[in-house]
């Protein structure tokens, strides 16, 4: 009988935590897991396990975890991986809730049937693995401190999941030089089990932390992950820093979309469009931690950038742009709040200029003027040391400005630069945690991280938009194609499944006739562009099995003979179904649609620039499906080339409602249609407004084949 899963509570707010393996020998891992508990100050029971008995730590050592007795919510598991598995499964026997298995030597060694068979025994008896391959847990709610890093960890509101042992080690180090509390800490090493969206859901709720920062490798259940993502951002602050822009993740070379798809630019997309900041760096991350864990959240977008320096000021304006902070400009009521508090040879207007004779009550002066105005809803301060300045009221002005504008409820982010008494300020103002930074553009980059997240918090929940298609129709198709033993559709059946989407196409009739070839020539209306339909003909151009513009009917009689002459010289024995005679598609702007089924994310769909360049020009984004329309036009708007369907020099605007349309349309059939692993449509032509937009080209590709081909 299956059980129910352990409610995650029990992990982060264990009532009892066993130790297998908690050693005599001070420098082993099961001896600093234990001293770590017992010193973090842990209120619950403690049981460390050792076939040894005896005392350790002041605690009675029991010489199996059946011998402890009682419930039990967590299993501290640190023992070699040939006894680890024994040890694990019998925990699971017992009803234990959680087991933190820190042993290495499963998968990441190669080890992976161990690591799963380990997993579906515990989880079948109710018990979740984390890990194994982890260095512990910490979690301030409960005073635990459950893994073998330094130990003395600061309690406070950055909670922080990582996938790098070592790296999550070194943090703890880092978060404590640096002054960032943590409220909880997990270590998820090889993922059997347990993974970031388990301990979001815990966290999201937790009143204890304020922003989440996660270390990412590589992401399991991607669909589950954006799901609790998209809820978990609109409560707190997510931070990821995601090491990998190799392009492993990347498959079905035959498809642009799949090359193009490169997993790290599918995680990048997907992550903004769940709200997530994602860091570059961990000094990044640990800035945006440390701001968005103290500050309040703004009111508007209205900044001012308050300085003593000129340079500094402009500076900050650029990396305004660069982070999409926006600027106040309305020169009249900032003439009237600060031109009582500037000097005659400073500036009024953004950034406020307090010239290089400002002292530390200039800067309350200005400060204050600002926080007290409505119409300003966050502050960007920026402090050049100067020889007038009074160095020594700088951490002081600082820190009460803070608290001011803390109680006031709007942000305010602080950047110093200049020598030794300006470093000590900002050492001293870390040590009480006021967050103050030197660089311009680390500092604007936090209060631009900062008002991402509010958009997106404070924003209407987007929705989902789908469209109406054929379903049937399409699944007929691709059961036509599997019976085929094809794994691709070929050219006409392609573009079936486009009509059935409702997408529209250049019209097309496929002739199996000379006859039938002219007349629908005449009935599409010359010019025409003419193709062989051949399962056995992939590379239909190679083979002289293409002819374009076609004028009239003299040209469609030679075209058809000369295709046909082509075809059975070149190919001897291919089957060929007719050919397909087709409206030749005006030009237009050439855009690429793809949507596939993404190894980590399920269904996500690709817009960019289409064309023969797309290779070369990537510009293309991503998003995963299911997504409202709005999405979609923040979607197109991230594209380079989107001001060309806006129309440039005079030209007209194109169709962007149809191209709108064709996103939404090629989203529902991914979402619906498990067969299909990728369509694209390249190019699709945008025309002016009211003209609608055609996808010329199509290829699709179907789910669980090895390999396979495209019918190009
Ligand atoms: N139940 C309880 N205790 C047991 C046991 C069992 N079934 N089997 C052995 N033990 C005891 C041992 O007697 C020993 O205690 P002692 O030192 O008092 O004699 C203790 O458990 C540890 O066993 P030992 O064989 O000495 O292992 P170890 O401490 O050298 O190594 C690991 C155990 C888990 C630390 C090691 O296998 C490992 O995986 N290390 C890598 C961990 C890591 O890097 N994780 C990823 C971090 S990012």
Same mark, same amino acid.
């Given at each position: 009988?299956?059980?129910? $899963?352990?409610?995650?509570?029990?992990?982060?707010?264990?009532?009892?935590?066993?130790?297998?393996?908690?050693?005599?020998?001070?420098?082993?891992?099961?001896?600093?897991?234990?001293?770590?508990?017992?010193?973090?100050?842990?209120?619950?029971?403690?049981?460390?396990?050792?076939?040894?008995?005896?005392?350790?730590?002041?605690?009675?050592?029991?010489?199996?975890?059946?011998?402890?007795?009682?419930?039990?919510?967590?299993?501290?598991? &640190?023992?070699?991986?040939?006894?680890?598995? =024994?040890?694990?499964?019998?925990?699971?026997?017992?009803? !234990?809730?959680?087991?933190?298995?820190?042993?290495?030597?499963?998968?990441?060694?190669?080890?992976?049937?161990?690591? $799963?068979?380990?997993?579906?025994?515990?989880?079948?008896?109710?018990?979740?693995?984390?890990?194994?391959?982890?260095?512990?847990?910490?979690?301030?709610?409960?005073?635990? *401190?459950?893994?073998?890093?330094?130990?003395?960890?600061?309690?406070?509101?950055?909670?922080?999941?990582?996938?790098?042992?070592?790296?999550?080690?070194?943090?703890?180090?880092?978060?404590?030089?640096?002054?960032?509390?943590?409220?909880?800490?997990?270590?998820?090493?090889? /993922?059997?089990?347990?993974?970031?969206?388990?301990?979001?859901?815990?966290?999201?709720? *937790?009143?204890?932390?304020?922003?989440?920062?996660?270390?990412?490798?590589?992401?399991?259940?991607?669909?589950?992950?954006?799901?609790?993502?998209?809820?978990?951002?609109?409560?707190?602050?997510?931070?990821?820093?995601? &090491?990998?822009?190799?392009?492993?993740?990347?498959?079905?070379?035959?498809?642009?979309?799949?090359?193009?798809?490169?997993? =790290?630019?599918?995680?990048?997309?997907?992550?903004?469009?769940?709200?997530?900041?994602?860091?570059?760096?961990?000094?990044?991350?640990?800035?945006?931690?440390?701001?968005?864990?103290?500050?309040?959240?703004?009111?508007?977008?209205?900044?001012?950038?308050?300085?003593?320096?000129?340079?500094?000021?402009?500076?900050?304006?650029?990396?305004?742009?660069?982070? =999409?902070?926006?600027?106040?400009? =309305?020169?009249?009521?900032?003439?009237?709040?600060?031109?009582?508090?500037?000097?005659?040879?400073?500036?009024?207007?953004?950034?406020?200029?307090?010239?290089?004779?400002?002292?530390?009550?200039?800067?309350?002066?200005?400060?204050?003027?600002?926080?007290?105005?409505?119409?300003?809803?966050?502050?960007?301060?920026?402090?050049?040391? #100067?020889?007038?300045?009074?160095?020594?009221?700088?951490?002081?002005?600082?820190?009460? #400005?803070?608290?001011?504008?803390?109680?006031?409820?709007?942000?305010?982010?602080?950047?110093?630069?200049?020598?030794? #008494?300006?470093?000590?300020?900002?050492?001293?103002?870390?040590?009480?945690?006021?967050?103050?930074?030197?660089?311009?553009?680390?500092?604007?980059?936090?209060?631009?991280?900062?008002?991402?997240?509010?958009?997106?918090?404070?924003?209407?929940?987007?929705?989902?938009?789908?469209?109406?298609?054929?379903?049937?129709?399409?699944?007929?198709?691709? !059961?036509?194609?599997?019976? *085929?033993?094809?794994?691709?559709?070929?050219?006409?059946?392609?573009?079936?499944?486009?009509?059935? !989407?409702?997408?529209?196409?250049?019209?097309?009739?496929?002739?199996?006739?000379?006859?039938?070839?002219?007349?629908?020539?005449?009935?599409?209306?010359?010019?025409?562009?003419? /193709?062989?339909?051949?399962?056995?003909?992939?590379?239909?151009?190679?083979?002289?099995?293409?002819?374009?513009?076609?004028?009239?009917?003299?040209?469609?009689?030679?075209?058809?003979?000369?295709?046909? &002459?082509?075809?059975?010289?070149?190919?001897?024995?291919? $089957?060929?179904?007719?050919?397909?005679?087709?409206?030749?598609? !005006?030009?237009?702007?050439?855009?690429?649609?793809?949507?596939?089924?993404?190894?980590?994310?399920?269904?996500?769909?690709?817009?960019?620039?289409?064309?023969?360049?797309?290779?070369?020009?990537? *510009?293309?984004?991503?998003?995963?499906?299911?997504?409202?329309? &709005?999405?979609?036009?923040?979607?197109?708007?991230?594209?380079?080339?989107?001001?060309?369907?806006?129309?440039?020099?005079?030209?007209?605007?194109?169709?962007?409602?149809?191209?709108?349309?064709?996103?939404?349309?090629?989203?529902?059939?991914?979402?619906?249609?498990?067969?299909?692993?990728?369509?694209?449509?390249?190019?699709?032509?945008?025309?002016?407004?009211?003209?609608?937009?055609?996808?010329?080209?199509?290829?699709?590709?179907?789910?669980?084949?090895?390999?396979?081909?495209?019918?190009?």
């Amino acid at each position: 009988m299956l059980h129910d $899963r352990p409610d995650i509570r029990y992990l982060f707010e264990p009532r009892s935590v066993a130790v297998i393996g908690a050693s005599h020998n001070e420098d082993k891992i099961g001896y600093k897991i234990l001293e770590n508990i017992v010193s973090g100050g842990y209120e619950g029971r403690i049981i460390p396990v050792n076939p040894k008995g005896g005392e350790i730590l002041g605690l009675p050592v029991s010489r199996t975890l059946e011998d402890a007795g009682g419930e039990i919510d967590l299993v501290v598991t &640190s023992v070699p991986a040939k006894y680890a598995v =024994d040890a694990v499964k019998g925990a699971a026997d017992l009803g !234990a809730k959680f087991n933190l298995v820190i042993t290495s030597g499963f998968s990441e060694v190669g080890n992976i049937e161990e690591e $799963r068979e380990l997993t579906r025994y515990s989880v079948e008896r109710g018990m979740r693995i984390i890990g194994p391959n982890i260095f512990g847990m910490y979690s301030a709610s409960s005073k635990l *401190d459950a893994n073998f890093g330094p130990g003395g960890i600061c309690a406070g509101s950055v909670a922080i999941i990582t996938q790098s042992g070592a790296l999550g080690l070194a943090m703890i180090g880092k978060t404590a030089v640096e002054n960032v509390g943590i409220s909880a800490m997990v270590s998820v090493g090889n /993922k059997a089990d347990i993974e970031e969206a388990d301990l979001l859901e815990y966290l999201m709720a *937790d009143e204890l932390t304020r922003v989440v920062l996660m270390y990412i490798e590589g992401v399991g259940d991607g669909d589950r992950l954006v799901d609790v993502l998209e809820k978990a951002t609109r409560r707190k602050p997510v931070v990821v820093i995601k &090491s990998g822009r190799s392009k492993r993740g990347a498959v079905a070379a035959a498809s642009h979309t799949g090359s193009l798809a490169g997993s =790290d630019e599918v995680f990048d997309a997907i992550m903004r469009q769940c709200g997530v900041l994602r860091a570059e760096s961990v000094q990044e991350a640990f800035n945006l931690c440390k701001f968005l864990s103290t500050t309040s959240m703004p009111a508007g977008e209205n900044v001012v950038i308050v300085t003593n320096g000129g340079g500094i000021g402009v500076l900050a304006t650029d990396a305004c742009e660069k982070y =999409d902070v926006t600027l106040y400009d =309305d020169n009249e009521t900032m003439k009237n709040i600060f031109d009582p508090v500037t000097p005659a040879f400073g500036s009024t207007k953004n950034p406020i200029d307090l010239t290089g004779g400002a002292t530390s009550a200039d800067f309350t002066g200005a400060l204050d003027a600002a926080l007290e105005h409505e119409e300003i809803d966050a502050v960007i301060s920026l402090y050049c040391e #100067t020889a007038v300045f009074d160095a020594d009221n700088l951490s002081t002005m600082i820190e009460e #400005t803070s608290v001011k504008y803390k109680a006031a409820g709007k942000p305010i982010v602080f950047s110093v630069f200049g020598g030794s #008494t300006t470093e000590e300020a900002q050492a001293m103002l870390s040590r009480k945690r006021v967050p103050v930074f030197g660089d311009v553009y680390e500092t604007v980059a936090c209060l631009g991280g900062l008002y991402s997240h509010w958009r997106h918090a404070t924003g209407e929940p987007a929705g989902i938009d789908e469209e109406e298609i054929d379903q049937t129709a399409i699944e007929e198709i691709l !059961a036509g194609a599997r019976e *085929d033993g094809r794994s691709f559709l070929l050219a006409h059946e392609g573009e079936e499944v486009l009509r059935a !989407a409702g997408i529209l196409m250049p019209e097309t009739r496929i002739a199996r006739s000379l006859d039938e070839a002219v007349a629908a020539g005449e009935e599409i209306g010359f010019p025409v562009v003419m /193709k062989v339909v051949s399962r056995d003909i992939l590379h239909k151009s190679d083979v002289g099995g293409v002819a374009l513009d076609l004028e009239n009917r003299d040209e469609v009689i030679d075209a058809y003979q000369a295709i046909m &002459s082509n075809c059975r010289s070149r190919v001897p024995g291919a $089957r060929i179904d007719g050919i397909q005679v087709s409206e030749m598609a !005006a030009s237009g702007v050439e855009l690429i649609v793809g949507a596939r089924r993404d190894p980590a994310f399920g269904p996500t769909i690709m817009f960019g620039m289409g064309g023969i360049y797309v290779e070369v020009l990537k *510009d293309v984004t991503f998003r995963a499906v299911p997504f409202s329309r &709005s999405e979609a036009i923040e979607m197109m708007k991230e594209i380079r080339a989107y001001p060309l369907l806006l129309g440039v020099r005079g030209e007209e605007r194109k169709d962007i409602e149809s191209v709108l349309d064709t996103i939404i349309r090629l989203g529902t059939v991914i979402q619906r249609c498990d067969g299909i692993s990728d369509i694209e449509v390249n190019p699709l032509r945008a025309y002016e407004q009211g003209l609608g937009a055609k996808a010329v080209d199509v290829r699709v590709l179907l789910s669980e084949t090895s390999g396979g081909g495209t019918d190009a």
